[in-house]
Structure formats: C-alpha cells, structure tokens
C-alpha cells in the first residue's frame, strides 16, 4: 500500500527488479527451513526480524513470505519438518490467482510496506521512516480485515526509524493485532533499539556464495562474463543487490585500474591518473563517484588486511592482485601506516565531492598522496 510512484520506492536497489516480484529465493535454505518448521508446528512467531547486509536477499525473503502466508494452500498439518530444498521452494512459491495479482501491483489491502517516504519539494527520500508514518501504520493495524484472515507488514528496513517512530512501533509490537506477522528487514541490527530486538525472533541472513550470486544475476537478468565472476562476488561482499549495482557501473574494469595505478607507485603517472577520471567520471554522476569511493575502500581495505595478515587475501580479485598488494603492504607496520592513509584518504574524497571540488582534481591529489605514504612505507622498509 503506497501513494508513491512506481519509480520512488525506497525500498529498490538501483537496476535491479523490486523484492515484491521475486517468486523464489535462491540460496538461504536455513532460514527458509526455519520459517516452515515454525508454520508447521503452528508456533509461527508474529514479529520477525531479518538480518543482514543490504542486497543479500532479505527483501526477498520478506515478499516470499508474505505471498506465501496470503496466498498458500498448505496447513500447518499438511508439512513434513524433514523438507530438502527443491521440496521447500515448491512449498513457497505463490499460489496464481487474484491475490498474487494484487500484491504484485500493490493493491492488496492485506499487505502493507512500512518505508521512507519521498520528498516531492527536494526529489529525494526522506532521511528517516518518520512518527507520522507508524502512527498510519497503528491506524491501519486499528482496521479489521473483512475476512478476518492474515495480514502482513513488511518494515524496509527497520534502520530508518528514528527515537520516536521506533518507540511507537515498539508499543505496536508489544501487543501485535490478531492474525498480523511483522517483517523487519534491517542491515545494521545492532543499531536497533534492544527493546524492539526482543519482540522479534530473528532470522540472520549471510553472504550469497559465487554459485548462488551468479544464480540470482542471472534469474533478475544481470549479464556477466564467466570471467568476471569471481571478481564480482569478492567486490559485491556476496550481495546481490550491490552486485547488480556495481555491474551496472563497470565496477570491475575501475577496480582494476585503481589497482594497476597503485602498483606503479612510487612512479605514479599522472596521465594515467587523469585518464581514469575521465574514463569513468565525465558525466559526474552522484552515484558514479559513489562507486569511486566504495571501490578505493575495497582496494585499501584488501591492502592493510594483506599487510596485517602477512600474507595475500584469498580469492584475489584479479591474477596480479597478490603480487601488488604484498609490494605496497608487506608487514603489519606499513598495514598500520596504510590503515591511517585510508581514513585520511576517504575523508578528503568525501569532503571534496561535497563541496563540489572538480573531480579530476580529487582522484589526482589521491593518488599523490598515497605515493607519499608508499614512499614513506619504502624508506622505512630500506632502514630495515
């Protein structure tokens, strides 16, 4: 239920298709389990919470559930608690009919999405799920259903509510409406208010294995290289929603020449430097630069682990990975130096871009610096 344009769900990961069209979930059979053997026992809790790193499946998870509580034929009785997977993804799939229907073009009155708001005056979401929101959220709670059956609210995520919406979700979960189940989705569940964690049974969701990230790309329509996959997985942290953003911005080719630049230091070419800029950035898009930072923080987390750990860290995200890290980082004091590098590095690109510093400008300064902290790191290494 939302008055939102198709296109202004906070909700959607850029590029990929919304949760609420998803019919299956590859991957995650615990917490698929879990959640039948609770429907079977005919103990099924009314407020969950689903945890994880953004992109990984809970959103998913959350609208398989939903469809599957609104739209199955199974009672309880009905389930065996030894299902294997096949068995378990044929029990989940929703039912055809006018319900599915519904809940695919959000019109279902039995379902209701919790989640930020747009802001029409700025063109932007707002910042928080506000108090206003959940207090429309009781009055619908306050409503009964016609048939008298389930209903579902789905909170996407949980992170966003502030002190006072959280309290006032609180007191709904204290004493949940009848026949109602509470999804909470949230990324950063130590965040949450503890109070609001102990109503909820908690389901944790991890990182998609290659297999299963190559098997969900490939099911919402994502192309990529057999290559690249590897690749993919390692820059992605197993999400598939980032996967299927960074796939869209050519993610993989920029992490390579971030890669290859710092492997000519302390002989850093400033035309190459420029032409990286250029090659990604001419357009000075928001979220492109985005894709910058959360590159740079891959590559300089990927070094100080490989310094601290003394050795390289596998997989590699490309052949000659191992080798340029374990010339630039080689023992836990220059991952110590490096690790100040980084902080001081990404402080500086987020500060520029936000006062609007030309970005060419931006990528070249970093990179001089950071040949400054190699040289740094090479003469105490000579001193040795």
């Not at 306050?142 to 966003?160: H, K, N």
Request: aromatic letters at 8%.
């Amino acid at each position: 239920m939302s008055d939102e344009p198709d296109n202004f769900f906070s909700d959607k990961i850029a590029g990929a298709p919304h949760p609420m069209l998803v019919n299956k979930i590859i991957g995650h059979s615990s917490q698929k389990l879990s959640f039948l053997h609770s429907f079977a026992s005919n103990r099924l809790p009314q407020c969950w919470l689903l945890a994880g790193d953004k992109g990984v499946g809970k959103a998913s998870f959350a609208w398989l559930i939903a469809k599957f509580l609104l739209t199955t034929k199974y009672e309880p009785a009905d389930l065996k608690i030894d299902l294997n997977e096949s068995k378990i993804n044929s029990i989940l799939e929703p039912q055809d009919g006018g319900t599915l229907n519904r809940i695919i073009s959000g019109s279902e009155q039995r379902v209701y999405i919790l989640r930020r708001g747009y802001n029409e005056k700025k063109k932007a979401f707002f910042k928080n799920i506000s108090i206003e929101d959940v207090r429309n959220l009781q009055s619908y709670c306050s409503l009964s259903m016609a048939d008298g059956g389930r209903r579902v609210i789905i909170i996407d995520t949980a992170d966003d509510l502030n002190k006072s919406s959280g309290n006032a979700l609180l007191k709904l979960l204290e004493e949940p409406p009848k026949n109602t189940i509470f999804l909470l989705i949230s990324h950063q569940p130590n965040l949450l208010l503890p109070t609001l964690k102990s109503r909820c049974q908690k389901l944790s969701f991890s990182s998609l294995d290659q297999t299963d990230l190559g098997a969900v790309l490939t099911a919402i329509g994502c192309k990529i290289k057999p290559s690249d996959e590897g690749s993919l997985s390692i820059l992605s942290n197993g999400s598939a929603g980032a996967a299927c953003r960074l796939l869209n911005s050519n993610c993989i080719n920029l992490y390579r020449d971030i890669l290859n630049l710092a492997s000519s230091l302390p002989n850093l070419n400033t035309n190459k430097t420029l032409q990286l800029s250029q090659n990604y950035f001419a357009r000075a898009k928001s979220h492109e630069f985005e894709i910058f930072l959360e590159m740079m923080q891959q590559f300089l987390s990927r070094l100080c682990k490989t310094g601290a750990m003394q050795k390289p860290i596998l997989p590699s995200v490309t052949d000659d990975e191992a080798k340029i890290m374990k010339n630039l980082c080689p023992s836990p004091e220059s991952a110590h130096l490096w690790s100040e590098a980084a902080n001081i590095t990404l402080a500086k690109l987020n500060k520029g871009y936000l006062l609007n510093i030309d970005i060419e400008s931006l990528i070249l300064d970093t990179f001089i610096y950071l040949e400054k902290c190699y040289k740094t790191i090479d003469r105490n290494r000579i001193k040795k």
